[in-house]
Every structure is written in C-alpha cells, then in structure tokens.
C-alpha cells in the first residue's frame, strides 16, 4: 500500500481493512486530521513540548534487564500504542512513567519540564494517570465515593479540599455525573463497584483519574477482557480524550483495535525498542502485524480433525443466585471426548458462576454437574480427582503471586510419587519438574525459584496454563485461555487446548473474544442473563446473530434485530 | 482491602496499601524476589541499612535515658550483663526465650496459613492449669510417665481453650482476633478466681498454688540457674516447624494462606486448615504454659502468663514466620527482657522506661526484616480486612457476610 503518498487515501484503505466503520470515529479521526503525520504533528509547539519523552531508560530485576536504553516519547493528542512480546518490559515503562516504579538509569521529562517520580502518587499528582487490567478502585464503595478516596493534592489547583476535609457525597455525586455526561458515559455515580460490570468499572477508573486532573494517560491492556461490544466503546472513549487533548500510551496485543485507534506504534522486544514511533497511519496492517509479531505465517490456524467421543463432562438443570449478576437460570450443557465448546456472551452475565459449577467451585443451588458419569457436584476435591483443570478469568485467583514458580507449578499433586517421600516435599525434584515444565510452555524466565508475581502479565498466564494443561485433562474449563497473550504464545495456547480434546479431553472456552471462540470451538452456547439463549455450530457464528443473541433478543434471521455490533474483534472474517 | 494492594505483578505494592516499605531498600526488591527459593525466604533491607536501623534506635535510647537522668552506657552495659554476662544471665534469657518460641511457632503457623490468633495468653494460662491438673492426678505416678503426660495436658488445655473460637471462625466466620482476645479475659479472670479461691495456698499471702508435685517439675540443666529442662522439648518443638515447612501439609497450609481461592479450586478444605491452624497454635502456647508453670515457676501465679502470648507473635513476626528466624528472635525478646529487668534491679531504671528502650531495640531490629515482616503482615491484614468486610456486609441489603474472597459463601469445603 503506498500510504505515503497521500495518508488521507491510507486512512480510508486502513478503515476498510479493519472491517469497521463506525462513523462517529471515523468522523472523529478525520476531524482531527489523522492519517499520517499531519500538520499537527510537525507544529513548532508540539515539537517543543512533548507530552512525555525519556531517554536511555534502564530498568533491571536482579539478572533481567527489563528494560535496556529505552527511548520513548508521546506527543500531545497522540494515542503511542506500546507492542511486543509477552515480557518485552511494556508495563515495567507503564509503571516508570506512572511513577510506580523507578528506572535505574535513563531521564524523563513531562511536558517539556523535568520529571523524576518517586512513587505513584508523584505521577498521579503531576497527571499521570495508569488504569491497569487490575482496576485499583476500591471494593465496597460507590464510584463516588472512589472519586474522594485519593484523590491527588496537586500543587496550585484546589483539587484537593482544604482541610478539614469532610467528604461531601452530594458535591462527589455532583462531579461524576457531569463528568459522565461530559464523556458519555453511563457510569452510575451511586452504585457500588463491585456490582458493576468490568466495563463499566474501567469507564469509572478513567473518570475517576480525569477528575483527579490527569493530563496523561496510560492504559496496559484495557481490552483484554472485553468483548467486542464493549471495546469499541473503549476505542471511543479513547479517541474522545485524545481529542480532546489527552495523550493516552497504550498497551495492547490486538492488531485490530491498535490499527483503529492508535497514531504511532512502538515495539519492544526483550527491553530495547526495536520500531520506535512509526506512523500507524502510514504503514499497512501486514506491516504492523509483523512488526508486532514477527513472523506472521507461524500464526496460522491449523484446525485437527477433532474425533467426537463419549460424553465426558454433563451438567443438568444449573440454578444459581449470586450477588452480583444474574447467575445461573437453568443452564444444561454436555461435552463430549474430543469436543471443544464455546460459551459466549456479554461479560457478566453468568460465565464466572458457570465456570465455578461446572469445576465443582461453586455449588449451585439446583442442578448436579457429572465428569464420566460421576457426580463432582460442588466438591472441588472430586472434580481435580476425576481430571478437572480450569484456567479462571481472574488470574489472581489462579496463582499464588508470593509463591515461587516451581511451588506454583507443583500445587496439583504436591503429595505424589517423586515431588513428596513420606510427607516431605523433595524440593530438587519439584525444581527439575518445574524447569521442565516452565520450558515446555515457554513461561520466561523459566527460573524455577522465581517469585510467580515477579512474571509478567502473560507470563503469568501461561504459568498457570502450564500447571493445568500439564496432564491431560479429562476436562478443561478455560475462560480467556490466551487472555494477555502475544499472538504467538496464544497461538501456542490454542494448539494445547486442541491437543487437549486431540487426545479425548472435553473443552470448554469462556471467552469474551470472540475470534477466540470462533477458532477453538466447534459449537458454541450463548449465555446471556444467565441462561443458554441460543446454541449453534461454528460454521453459523455470525457477527449479525451474536449481536442479536448477546444483547439478549431472540434470533429471527429475517427480522431487524439482527444489526452487526460492529466490533474489532467480531468474527466477520470468521469462515 | 483495596484491590490494587492484589495486582498481577506485586511490585505494584507502591501507593495504596501499606506496604510500601519493602520497595526502594538499598537490597532492592527485586534482587530478592530473584534469590528466593521458597514462599518465605524472601528480601532482607542491606546490612548496611539495618544496622544503622539498630544503632539509631539505641542513640534514640539513649537521648531517652539520658533525659531522665541516667547514663545510658551504664544502662546498656547493664541489658548485656543481664542478658549474658554470667551463667545465671544466660540462664534467664534461654528460660525467657523457649516459652517464646514455643508460642512464636503457633503463632507462625497459623499466620503462614492466614490466620492470625492473638489468643496465645489465655491458651498459655489454660495450658498452665492443665499442668497443674496433671501434676495433681499423677502426684505419687513415676516422674517417667508423669512428665510427659504434664506436658500433653498443657496442650490439651491449650488446645480446648481455643476450640469455640476456631470452630466459630471456621464456621460462622466470626472474627478470631475478637473471640481469642476475649478468651484471653476469661483465662485471666478463671486464673484469678482459682488462685483466690480453690487452688489457693492456705497460708500464702499473694494468690499463688501449692507448689507443683515433683513427679512433674522439670529439673535444672545447669546448677543455681533457672535453666530447665524444658527447653529440650523447645530444641524439638523448632526441629519439627521445620519439618512442617518442609512437608505437603505445610505446603497445603501455606498456599491456603497465600491465595485462598486457588486453594480452594484445588480442594484444599479451607474451614479445616483454618479451626486446625488455630488449634495446633492454641496447644503450642499451652506447651508454653506448661513450660511456665513445671519449669520456670513451679507453681501458679497470677500473672504466668506475663505478656509471652503478645511477644510471642512479635517473635513469630520478626523471625519471618521460619525456625531458625524465630528462634533469634526469640533469644533477642528474651535477653532484652532479661537484660531489661537486670538494668531495673541494679541501675534504678523504672520498668516502664525499661520496657520502652527494650521496645525501641527490638524495632530497630525489626528493620532489617521489614520485606519478610510485611509479607506476612499482607497475611495478616487480609484475613482482618475479610473479617471486617463480612461484618460490614451485614449492614448492606441483598448482600450475605462472608462474599469475600477468602470468604465461604456457597462452598461445600468439605470438612
Ligand atoms: N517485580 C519484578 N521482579 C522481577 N522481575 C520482574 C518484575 N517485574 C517485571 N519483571 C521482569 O521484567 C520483564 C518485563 O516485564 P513486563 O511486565 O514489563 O513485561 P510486559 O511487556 O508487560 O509483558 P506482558 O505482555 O506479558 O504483560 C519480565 O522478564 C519480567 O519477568
Ligand atoms: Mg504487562
């Protein structure tokens, strides 16, 4: 594509080849001139003050050096999206611009004036804003409430009241809802966070930091357990800010939404930078895949031929009331040897609580859940007998971050034959096991004694499917398996979730990427409002139909229902 | 409580929570989270940090006793004298520091697997009387079989002391910090009682026993000190905690503290390591407390007890929750409180300002393992921020107590 020439014709091609054209953003991108380095860009001012700039940054954990001279700059009214792989030193920079952490070596500046945080509240008292895919609001409290709590004192503005500091809950009210009306957001300013779904408590988060006065914003991986749906209207909220004048650095693995929204795009690969700040807008999608992966051709989907077996995992009649959400209404499912299911659907809407049943986590209130015929109803303990792994959408509550790897990796059999004798763990063979074992799923470092909270993100994630795909399991319940994966270590995941039901496992993918689902499963179950709304085979997975069924209406091919949600990540490409 | 305190990649520790203080030491965090080979074996702050962290908190000292008119060199020198200066002294610090490490242990356990009990002063004091029971029943039985079963009555004292707190924490989830510490107020006044009433020396003047029966004393190690056999059983008492780090149970315990859900997930019955914990820690300090009352003391006061519960989990703390650590600073509390008293008796140095420079010694110390202390402190912190959010929860309509994570709310746990 020869973007160069005339970015304008580049921009409309780039749209094109994204499958997405919402007009409001791409009104929105036009209205700001983007499409390749524009006449913003190259303005004296800008030039003169960048948004952030650091030179030489340096940061190293014990032996690895996470980061190595890494120059890096964001421009005012830029979205610089942050690509590579999979401990590439994304979110140590993320944290060092937060202030979160500090680099070893290396300057920065903010806004043209010098800038050396100490911790985080110096980054956020100087604007800098960091959502991370662990959101940091505070449990049990409304959203305003959350605004109040830390809110940043910042030099000259009466951000913070004087003291006495009383909490006034109707001026906080007062703030998030003209914020959210400023945004167009609907973020209820009174509800507690834990009752809102993970959308809508990112939306809060980002509120809450630009009430805080943020002027900067970073964002390491927003969009890893949102549907589609749900990250356009990221995409959106993302494009608004950045017209309206908030720079925002931005963490991602997903090729598409990072060709729909992001200016430049930087890579790193092993703590250098290895592509810095190329024109999204003047390079073609091909080009930016490779850049962010590489080799494009290794990702290729090699589907087997997947032999159906008995009915290996059963469940029949599932009720379950939860606290938050609607739970479970009556939802039967049965996968057999060799079969791989897709659970889709809006997050929220009954997928954790199907995930815990059919694991024996959870006990439902009615319904009993059986693996080869035997019954594993509510009973963790005999659901791991009968061959039961899951990978939980939660990775915290999947791993124990103050453990090391190895005695991750050992947590499922620490009493068998070679790791205990007598009681006591072996701990020279729980290290030889783990080395292997972290090898074999390309966890890195493969360090036995590291602390398993010292991975990275996607580290973490194959961590865990390490110590759950290990032996095949009879059954695999997996909500988001390559969730914060690069596109090769998901590639990697999903030929293990193949090889799973290859040799008889019975497979079960919760997903909120749709793409995901559209590749593993051979069927796929709509769960909306805590029940099975629709079931059908891949090959009639259609963006028009999701739609339709997520948002809970019921399919009629003929009838209007069936608009296309439009999203990044909605299987239009799907055969 | 706050979720970020829980972010994937911990370095976050920063901001929010309170535990900032294991980042930016000149060990750096880092390199320690590299060199750790197991859960606890985590970060000390540089040597060079500590120390100064030490030799601060004796100037601080020293600026308080020299305020108060005293020459704090003297005072100094009298803490080591009496902590180590003769055989009698190093006499007292071992008899001070074994019911230390004893109740450290317990302590340690239970705080390994989240659970944190400050009970150990009413157990200790349940775990006395059950001695003294003992030594009353066995009075004409050989010392052979006689001093053993003292030994295991103490335990079982101990342990029956703390059986309705663990089982209402493990299935009612009531508060164990609230329940231990009331059972606490039941020992002392149960003790007060017995040694006012029943158990009362005829012609003594103080509330004290009868002496206990010799069949059950536990004799002198070394001559015209108070050295008592008794600290053996302590010698075995660390062997087997270390053991117990090293073995699946441990294992399983340890990970109940660290992630509760994935324990869960793995069918790891919480409820149970939650009352077992609490009760292996309960029959812990009733060992102490048989160590107290057949070894120090011979027979009961009213105050046996002293504060060994409450230092106790400052030793299981500062030793990091590990043998070898808490057996050091066992020693440490134990010859600063035998050094303290010493500097009382011969420089005139009034015990609260004594108890003061003690505290200030051992804060210096604690320094040093700042990162391992805050590692179990998060721990500890959990389980009360659990606890108080279940309560909470009960203010709030259509939400039950115990939704937290940790928490049981539509677990089978089988138990
Ligand atoms: N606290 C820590 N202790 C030790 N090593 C660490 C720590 N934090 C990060 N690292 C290491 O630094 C490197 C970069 O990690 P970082 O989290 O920045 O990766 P990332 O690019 O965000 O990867 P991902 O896509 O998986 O999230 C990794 O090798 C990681 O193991
Ligand atoms: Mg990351």
């Keep these: 594509m020869s973007s160069d020439a005339n970015p304008g014709i580049a921009n409309e091609a780039r749209a094109g080849d994204a499958g997405v054209g919402s007009g409001s953003i791409s009104q929105a991108r036009a209205a700001h001139g983007i499409g390749g380095p524009g006449p913003d860009h190259d303005n004296d001012g800008y030039a003169a003050a960048l948004a952030f700039e650091g030179l030489g940054v340096s940061r190293a954990f014990g032996a690895t050096q996470a980061l190595d001279r890494v120059d890096f700059d964001l421009r005012p009214g830029e979205i610089h999206a942050l690509v590579g792989e999979n401990g590439a030193g994304k979110s140590t920079l993320a944290k060092i611009v937060a202030g979160t952490l500090r680099a070893d070596s290396g300057t920065l500046r903010l806004f043209g004036e010098a800038y050396s945080p100490r911790r985080r509240s110096d980054g956020s008292a100087a604007g800098v804003a960091h959502v991370r895919q662990q959101l940091s609001l505070v449990r049990g409290l409304t959203v305003a409430q959350n605004i109040e709590l830390g809110r940043p004192r910042r030099p000259g503005t009466t951000a913070r009241r004087p003291w006495p500091r009383v909490f006034n809950a109707s001026e906080a009210r007062a703030e998030v809802e003209r914020l959210a009306a400023e945004l167009d957001l609907s973020v209820p300013a009174d509800r507690i966070v834990d009752d809102l779904p993970l959308a809508v408590r990112q939306q809060a988060e980002i509120l809450i930091s630009l009430a805080w006065g943020a002027r900067l914003l970073i964002l390491d991986e927003p969009s890893s357990a949102l549907g589609p749906l749900e990250t356009e209207a990221l995409i959106t909220l993302c494009l608004r800010l950045r017209d309206e004048g908030t720079p925002i650095i931005y963490i991602s693995h997903r090729l598409p939404e990072l060709a729909e929204l992001a200016d430049r795009l930087t890579v790193l690969r092993q703590g250098r930078v290895v592509t810095a700040g190329t024109d999204v807008a003047a390079a073609d999608l091909r080009r930016i895949a490779e850049l962010m992966v590489g080799d494009i051709s290794l990702l290729e989907v090699r589907r087997p031929d997947l032999e159906l077996g008995e009915v290996r995992l059963e469940a029949d009649g599932l009720l379950l009331a939860a606290e938050h959400g609607p739970g479970l209404r009556d939802v039967s499912l049965s996968v057999r040897a060799g079969e791989i299911v897709g ?233 | 409580m706050s979720t970020t305190a829980g972010d994937a990649t911990p370095t976050d520790s920063g901001d929010t929570a309170g535990h900032g203080s294991a980042t930016g030491g000149t060990g750096g965090d880092g390199d320690g989270a590299l060199r750790a080979d197991t859960t606890f074996e985590r970060a000390t702050i540089g040597l060079g940090t500590s120390l100064l962290a030490v030799v601060g908190a004796l100037a601080l000292g020293a600026i308080i006793l020299a305020g108060s008119g005293q020459n704090p060199l003297t005072a100094y020198g009298a803490i080591i004298v009496g902590s ?193 914990s609490l009760l292996i820690s309960g029959a812990l300090a009733g060992l102490a407390g048989w160590l107290q009352a057949a070894g120090l003391l011979q027979r009961l006061f009213v105050d046996i007890a002293e504060e060994i519960g409450f230092f106790g989990l400052v030793v299981a703390m500062l030793g990091g929750a590990r043998p070898l650590g808490i057996l050091a600073a066992a020693l440490l509390v134990g010859a600063l409180q035998a050094g303290g008293l010493h500097m009382q008796a011969t420089e005139g140095i009034p015990a609260s300002l004594s108890d003061v420079i003690q505290a200030l010694i051992l804060l210096g110390f604690a320094v040093r393992y700042a990162p391992q202390i805050a590692a179990i402190a998060r721990r500890a912190v959990r389980s009360i921020s659990e606890s108080l959010s279940a309560v909470a929860a009960w203010g709030r309509p259509g939400s039950a107590p115990g939704s937290a994570p940790g928490g049981s709310q539509k677990r089978p746990e089988g138990s």
Excluded at chain 1, 416 to 436: E, K, N, Q, S
Excluded at chain 1, 551 to 564: I, V
Excluded at chain 2, 111 to 129: D, H, K, Y
Aim: hydrophobic share 50%; net charge neutral.
């Design chain 1, 343 to 575: 659970v889709v659907g809006v997050a929220g809407n009954g997928q954790e609580e199907l995930a815990g049943v059919l694991t024996g986590q959870l006990r439902p209130d009615a319904g009993v859940v059986r693996i080869d015929g035997t019954e594993v109803t509510g009973s963790p303990g005999a659901a791991i007998g009968a061959g039961v792994a899951l990978l939980p959408e939660d990775r915290t509550a999947g791993l124990a971050a103050d453990f090391t790897l190895a005695e991750n990796l050992i947590a499922r059999r620490v009493a068998d034959a070679p790791f205990a004798r007598l009681g006591v763990r072996l701990r020279a063979a729980v290290r030889r096991h783990a080395r292997a074992l972290a090898e074999r799923f390309d966890v890195r470092p493969p360090e036995p004694a590291l602390r398993a909270g010292s991975l990275s993100g996607g580290n973490q994630q194959k961590l865990m499917a390490a110590r759950e795909m290990e032996r095949d399991p009879a059954v695999l319940v997996a909500a988001g398996p390559t969730k914060g994966l690069d596109p090769h270590a998901g590639r990697a995941i999903r030929d293990r979730c193949f090889e799973t039901a290859g040799r008889g496992g019975a497979v079960v993918i919760i997903s909120a990427d749709l793409d995901e689902v559209a590749e593993l499963a051979q069927r796929v179950v709509v769960l909306s409002g805590g029940r099975v709304t629709d079931r059908f085979g891949v090959e009639e997975m259609t963006s028009a139909r999701l739609g339709a069924v997520m948002a809970g209406l019921a399919w009629d091919p003929s009838g209007e229902a069936g608009r296309s949600p439009a999203g990044s990540g909605a299987p239009g490409a799907t055969p």
């Design chain 2, 84 to 276: 180590f200066g003769d055989w009698f002294a190093i006499g007292e610090t071992l008899a001070r520091a074994a019911p230390l490490a004893v109740v450290g242990i317990g302590a340690a356990i239970a705080l390994r697997a989240g659970v944190i009990t400050i009970g150990a002063q009413g157990q200790l004091i349940a775990g006395s009387l059950g001695a003294l029971c003992a030594g009353f029943v066995l009075r004409d039985v050989p010392a052979g079989v006689a001093l053993p079963l003292a030994a295991v009555a103490g335990a079982l004292f101990g342990m029956v002391w703390v059986l309705i707190p663990a089982l209402l924490r493990a299935h009612l989830n009531v508060n164990e910090i609230l329940s231990t510490l009331l059972f606490n107020e039941f020992a002392f006044l149960l003790l007060a009682y017995l040694l006012n009433g029943p158990l009362k020396e005829p012609k003594a003047i103080t509330p004290k026993s009868e002496p206990l029966p010799d069949s059950v004393v536990l004799g002198d190690l070394v001559a015209s000190t108070r050295l008592h056999a008794g600290v053996l059983a302590v010698v075995v008492i660390v062997a087997l905690f270390g053991l117990w780090t090293r073995s699946t149970m441990g294992y399983r315990y340890d990970l109940f503290g660290e992630n509760p859900r994935l324990a869960h997930s793995l069918g790891i019955p919480g409820r149970r390591i939650i009352c077992n």
